[in-house]
């Protein structure tokens, strides 16, 4: 079984500019999450999608970030202009709603605002 | 509101001692708790989980972890810990029953020396 895709791993930008990472979960999973891992922190959640819905996103800085889950498979998070403390690692995570509510990672998109 | 706290931010032990690694939360009713390994430049895997049941739970890698509800904690042990078993560990609850919403602590970078 395939895991939890992400892409790009890493990506520099200065800062004012936008970015775009992209996620494939694992099929079938109908639930994707979205976390920001800042170094030194663990992860905290931006954005949780139920299929194409979105079911969390209280902690998502909406001036900025912006995601979307089209036809509930496949999802893009973006940064746009990007600040300096937006420095982080993205991760994204699948799951199977409301079954064991194990959540599978994918290896990250590390962010570096310059 | 839910929150996870490891106080041990960074641990050394010797290849084959024992090892435990201390996480307390904080949550009204019975949690829903995780520990996830985080190898450099990977995303988190899940070692073990606790719903409900027998408290002490045995997880992958031969780690294990038992919850404590008097003293709201988690804590994860080893008995003999091999030089792999180097990496950030990570402690999470669920926010509550009607969300996945992981909430997870700070961390605890594991060193091992042989």
């Known amino acids: 079984e395939a895991g939890v895709a992400q892409s790009p791993r890493y990506k520099i930008i200065e800062k004012r500019q936008s970015v775009a990472f992209w996620c494939n979960p694992i099929s079938g999973h109908a639930t994707l999450y979205w976390y920001q891992q800042i170094l030194g922190q663990g992860p905290k959640l931006l954005i949780q999608f139920q299929n194409n819905g979105v079911v969390d996103d209280s902690q998502l800085p909406k001036d900025r970030f912006s995601a979307e889950r089209l036809k509930g498979v496949d999802s893009t998070l973006k940064i746009q202009p990007a600040k300096l403390e937006d420095s982080a690692v993205y991760l994204c995570?699948?799951?199977?709603?409301?079954?064991?509510?194990?959540?599978?990672f994918g290896p990250g998109t590390r962010l570096t605002v310059t | 509101a839910q929150s996870v706290t490891q106080p041990d931010i960074h641990i050394t032990v010797s290849e084959g001692a024992s090892l435990e690694l201390r996480c307390n939360y904080s949550y009204g009713a019975t949690p829903y708790l995780f520990w996830y390994v985080q190898s450099p430049g990977q995303g988190l895997q899940l070692l073990l989980k606790y719903f409900s049941g027998d408290t002490l739970v045995q997880g992958i890698k031969g780690f294990e972890a038992e919850f404590k509800r008097s003293q709201s904690s988690f804590n994860l042990r080893k008995p003999s810990v091999h030089w792999s078993d180097a990496a950030e560990y990570f402690c999470a609850v669920v926010g509550s029953y009607n969300t996945d919403k992981l909430i997870f602590g700070t961390g605890t970078r594991l060193q091992v020396f042989p």
């Open positions: 995570a699948s799951s199977l709603f409301g079954q064991s509510r194990e959540q599978y």
